[in-house]
């Protein structure tokens, strides 16, 4: 009897990418349980969501911060807060990814400082800081200074980084969310290459780092990217992006080592098509998503977090997560994917598809060197007007039926849900009350910070020498550092800088967004079109004003560019002013403008505090008679309470069809001026 051969599939498996679920609320306490609890349960990384108010470089009891402490993500204010958040978690043993773009260098100050109390090598240290601003002027919208100064934060990052934690990730440049903004494949390739050379270019021409170390400095930037579900074409596409970027570094940099040059990416599957409506389909989604960037070996992720499949309807619990990693688990343990070179080599359609996406992505991103690079086309709108523009496309398409979404414009019926039976323990809700108590534990720590057993010494020397070093041109890391030890809170440290480099009001993109709906006779856009001409003249006004309005630090502005643009196109004169504004901002740009209605878009859950605020304060100013219309990720009982505080209409994910949209809004408005319901004939 012959000796029996191992077969192929017996051969060594690859070791699977990093296994990570985003999260983060409440306290960080709370966090800190949740964290232990996942790598119990066999997660290998962790993806810190910090909240928007320390995204954006506010405390807890900022004005703007109110409704948004701890909803999206875990609020981290000061040294004590890291602390708790990573207590019992040792870092030197930890890969950590943080989720942080305009106050990264303070978040990964305070995470060396944690570090270093836990007595690890900081050399050591493994982890990514996202760091990536020019997204956020673009489509996530947590920016707080201008594109300069922004840049100057990311390449003092990067020339710390590579002397001080050479294994850290100081930036993870993050296509992800350019996809969630309407991004065509080329377009998320070429604008994350444009972001790649403006920070590469600044590094190189800044002088921190020696030209013989640009190596080293290639070989740590990673990137952050979306995967949909037409997971053919978002494979393709990665493999365009790691054919690029070796070109780019080759002939832009000169980097020769080709580790030095390989595209290390990490991916959250896309959270954009998830639905509200049948979200059972989103687990087959999510899955299609996982495949187009771990079936390619050549093109493969180095770590994956899945989205859960309730996000559409609020905050996935902890079994929802759970979920999530074990279809991770389930493809890396039980398949054999990982036992096989890869398995599209060779293959004539993969290269002629990959082909073309190279082709058309470098002809964008030559436009976009034309322009001045990256940080030109975003001060210019550029960027966002082509962003906007696409998305408004895509919005069209599915309205039209010509892209389909099954359960949404597509096979509509369905059984009743037993995992939405009651929708308000189908998701996990943030404990108002957390607010209070995080803002009452942030005075005690500035109360008690100089005092035993913390002995930090008076911040405002470290805030000073802060402001200092922003005026000249040394690095900031240290002076971070320095604040970081004597106890400055996040609001303290951006504070500083805001002084020294002010603010930055990103364009809108919605004025230059070309018209995507044609009002064609007979059309339903015609038909509100009608509608909308004929409340102006029953009015006695030339136009119907509308303001849109983004109250409060969700910066998820997608939504409402694309009500605002539909509702131009309908033929209203449209106020809107972008995003993070106060609902007293809100009510008085309303008034100054005299608007009919107002529509509210808050996808951060904080609608339950801002939207009643902004009710309040029209009806104090005499003008209850404006309807004010809410949308975003708004749970049934949130909702059925907005309405009793008097909100005209509320819309969720599920209402897809804008243009119908727009047409309630004016019903509305007839309602609230006592005119009669409008029906306009076909």
């Not at 687990?283 to 390619?296: D, G, K, N, P, W």
């Not at 949130?638 to 209402?655: C, H, I, N, S, Y």
Request: proline letters at 5%; glycine letters at 8%; aromatic letters at 6%.
């Amino acid at each position: 009897m012959t000796e029996r051969q191992p077969s192929e599939s017996r051969r060594q498996k690859d070791r699977p990418w990093l296994m990570r679920t985003y999260a983060g609320h409440s306290t960080a306490e709370a966090s800190n349980e949740l964290y232990r609890r996942n790598l119990a349960k066999g997660q290998t990384g962790l993806s810190v969501a910090f909240d928007l108010p320390t995204q954006t470089g506010y405390d807890s009891d900022h004005v703007l911060a109110r409704g948004e402490v701890g909803r999206v993500g875990v609020p981290v204010a000061h040294l004590g807060d890291m602390r708790r958040l990573f207590q019992d978690i040792p870092l030197e043993q930890m890969n950590t990814s943080m989720t942080i773009n305009a106050t990264a260098m303070w978040l990964l100050a305070l995470y060396q400082v944690v570090a270093e109390e836990q007595g690890a090598d900081i050399t050591q240290l493994q982890g990514t800081t996202q760091n990536d601003i020019v997204k956020e002027y673009l489509s996530r919208g947590t920016h707080v200074f201008p594109p300069g100064p922004s840049l100057r934060l990311t390449t003092d990052m990067i020339a710390y980084t590579v002397s001080h934690i050479p294994k850290w990730n100081p930036i993870n440049i993050c296509s992800y969310h350019l996809q969630e903004a309407g991004a065509t494949p080329v377009q998320e390739v070429a604008y994350a290459m444009s972001t790649a050379i403006a920070v590469l270019d600044a590094v190189r021409d800044g002088g921190q780092v020696p030209q013989e170390r640009m190596g080293d400095v290639v070989g740590r930037i990673s990137f952050f990217v979306n995967a949909g579900v037409r997971f053919v074409e978002e494979m393709c596409k990665m493999r365009a992006f790691g054919r690029i970027w070796d070109k780019i570094t080759r002939e832009r940099y000169g980097i020769e080592n080709p580790k030095h040059r390989r595209f290390r990416y990490g991916v959250q599957v896309n959270s954009l098509g998830l639905t509200e409506a049948q979200p059972e389909n989103n687990v087959q989604r999510i899955v299609l998503e996982m495949l187009a960037v771990t079936l390619s070996k050549d093109a493969r992720a180095r770590a994956v977090q899945l989205p859960a499949w309730n996000e559409a309807l609020g905050l996935p619990r902890p079994w929802d997560q759970q979920w999530s990693l074990r279809i991770q688990q389930v493809l890396a343990h039980e398949s054999d994917l990982l036992e096989y070179d890869d398995i599209f080599e060779g293959s004539t359609v993969i290269e002629t598809k990959v082909s073309g996406l190279v082709e058309e992505s470098l002809a964008e991103i030559d436009r976009i060197q034309e322009m001045g690079g990256a940080m030109a086309a975003v001060e210019s709108g550029y960027l966002k007007s082509q962003l906007v523009a696409s998305h408004a496309e895509r919005r069209a398409r599915i309205e039209s039926g010509d892209e389909k979404i099954i359960g949404v414009n597509i096979f509509e019926t369905t059984e009743p849900n037993p995992l939405t039976a009651d929708l308000d323990t189908a998701i996990q809700t943030v404990d108002p009350a957390v607010e209070a108590r995080v803002i009452a534990s942030l005075q005690a720590w500035r109360d008690t910070r100089y005092q035993p057993p913390f002995n930090h010494p008076r911040p405002c020397k470290a805030l000073e020498r802060l402001k200092e070093a922003a005026k000249g041109t040394e690095n900031l890391m240290e002076a971070t550092l320095e604040c970081a030890r004597a106890g400055v809170t996040t609001g303290e440290w951006a504070g500083a800088l805001r002084e020294v480099f002010g603010e930055f009001r990103a364009p809108t993109g919605v004025s230059s967004a070309p018209v995507a709906v044609t009002a064609e006779e007979g059309t339903a856009m015609a038909k509100v079109r009608r509608k909308v001409d004929l409340t102006a003249q029953d009015l006695g006004v030339g136009k119907l004003r509308f303001l849109v309005g983004k109250p409060g630090l969700d910066g998820h502005s997608n939504g409402a560019e694309q009500i605002a643009v539909r509702a131009r196109d309908a033929g209203f004169e449209v106020v809107y002013q972008g995003i993070r504004l106060t609902p007293e901002q809100i009510v008085d740009a309303a008034l100054a403008e005299d608007v009919h209605a107002v529509g509210l878009s808050i996808l951060s859950g904080s609608h339950a505090q801002l939207v009643p605020d902004v009710l309040e304060r029209l009806r104090e100013a005499g003008a209850a008679d404006i309807p004010v219309i809410a949308g975003g990720i708004i749970p049934n009982a949130d909702a059925e309470q907005l309405r009793a505080a008097g909100v005209a209409a509320v819309f969720t994910p599920k209402d897809f069809d804008i243009t119908g949209i727009i047409g309630r809004i004016v019903d509305e408005i007839r309602k609230a001026n006592k005119l009669d319901p409008l029906e306009v004939p076909a």
